[in-house]
């Protein structure tokens, strides 16, 4: 479990754990840290990009991702990334909440993707917002379990929008 930098791409491999799985990216070039109470915000600027190759989860009661790349692929899941936690109890399912990644770059087109996902996005009842679109690419799975999309597509203010694109041979939960 690991995250490390080379020249403008950050990768994540191996299984993270514990509360804040974002931890490991304090000190990498081109991250920007911020203590917000109990939740830390990572940033990453616009010339670096992240590559989840292994297993991460995103608990937006702890941790958070931002990133203000303005095109290409600025967030990248070829492994598992999960958004949020399902927690199950003895009467039933709940999903967390709270903002798990803001993307504040972006291209402002729904076509324009900055979040890319050719492993398994998993996405449970947390919030993403975005000025760009997601794409899941062949062989990319997305689950989305009460899941909120907030787009800021055109003048970036806040509009509804799916901008979630399939192509050819992704799944869908």
Same mark, same amino acid.
């Given at each position: 479990m690991s995250f490390s930098y080379s020249s403008g791409l950050i990768t994540q491999t191996g299984t993270e754990t514990g509360n804040d799985q974002l931890a490991g990216l304090s000190g990498l070039t081109g991250v920007t840290v911020t203590t917000l109470g109990e939740r830390t915000v990572y940033s990453i600027d616009s010339s670096t990009r992240i590559h989840f190759n292994g297993t991460c989860v995103i608990d937006p009661r702890y941790c958070e991702l931002e990133t203000n790349r303005l095109g290409g692929s600025g967030i990248v899941v070829n492994g598992t990334l999960d958004l949020g936690k399902e927690i199950t109890y003895t009467y039933g399912t709940q999903y967390t909440s709270g903002r798990a990644l803001n993307i504040l770059g972006g291209s402002n087109v729904p076509w324009g993707w900055i979040f890319i996902v050719n492993g398994t996005l998993n996405w449970y009842g947390c919030e993403v917002e975005t000025g760009s679109g997601i794409a899941v690419y062949n /062989? /990319?799975? $997305?689950? $989305?379990?009460? /899941?909120?999309? $907030?787009?800021r597509l055109g003048n970036h203010t806040i509009q509804q929008g799916n901008t979630i694109i399939f192509h050819a041979g992704s799944t869908s939960d």
């Open positions: /062989g /990319g799975t $997305i689950k $989305i379990r009460d /899941g909120v999309f $907030i787009s």
